[in-house]
Each structure stands twice: as C-alpha cells, then as structure tokens.
C-alpha cells in the first residue's frame, strides 16, 4: 500500500517500509509488481511547512519526526520569539 500519511498505513495493518524519496516515481502494475524510478536529476527536498502545521494528522510522521511533536516544538519555538520581542503583562491579582 502506498499512503501520503503513515496513519493510514497503521490503520489498515500495514508496515511502513520506507518513504518516496524527493524526484522519485512509484509504478504499481495492474498484477501488484512494484517498480520505482528515480526521474529527477539530484532531486532538491523542499518539505512544505504547512504538511505539518494544517494538513497532516497529529499521529502522522513525515519524514520520520512525528507531527505532534513537530508542532509542539513549533509552538514553543514561536512563544520564546513572542516573549522575547514583545512585553507580555500578565495580572497578580
């Protein structure tokens, strides 16, 4: 089974083998054989950053790191900039 998110693969009871690797092509025959191809010339990885912030599952993995946790440390990453560039008040009442 091919899959664009490894949560489907769980889901269904398969193994995650391995992901497309960037200018990779994947061919299934109609009798199930499995032929890859590489078609791109020294192929550029360029993830997008919204796989992880708004497409992709929280229990999905891209890239072998996990998207919840991606998001996490996005998260905490971008409340230290927030911290350190604006005052923040908070009320001790």
């Not at 009871?13 to 061919?27: C, H, M, N």
């Not at 199930?32 to 708004?54: H, I, K, M, W």
């Not at 996490?72 to 604006?86: P, S």
């Amino acid at each position: 089974m091919v899959a664009s998110e490894s949560v489907a693969l769980d889901t269904l009871g398969f193994e995650f083998l391995r992901d497309v690797a960037p200018g990779e092509a994947i061919y299934i025959t109609e009798k199930g054989q499995l032929f890859t191809r590489q078609c791109a010339d020294n192929p550029v990885s360029n993830p997008c950053l919204f796989e992880y912030v708004y497409f992709a599952r929280p229990d999905s993995f891209i890239d072998k790191i996990s998207v919840y946790s991606a998001r996490v440390n996005m998260g905490t990453k971008l409340g230290e900039k927030i911290a350190r560039e604006w005052k923040i008040w908070t009320s001790t009442s």
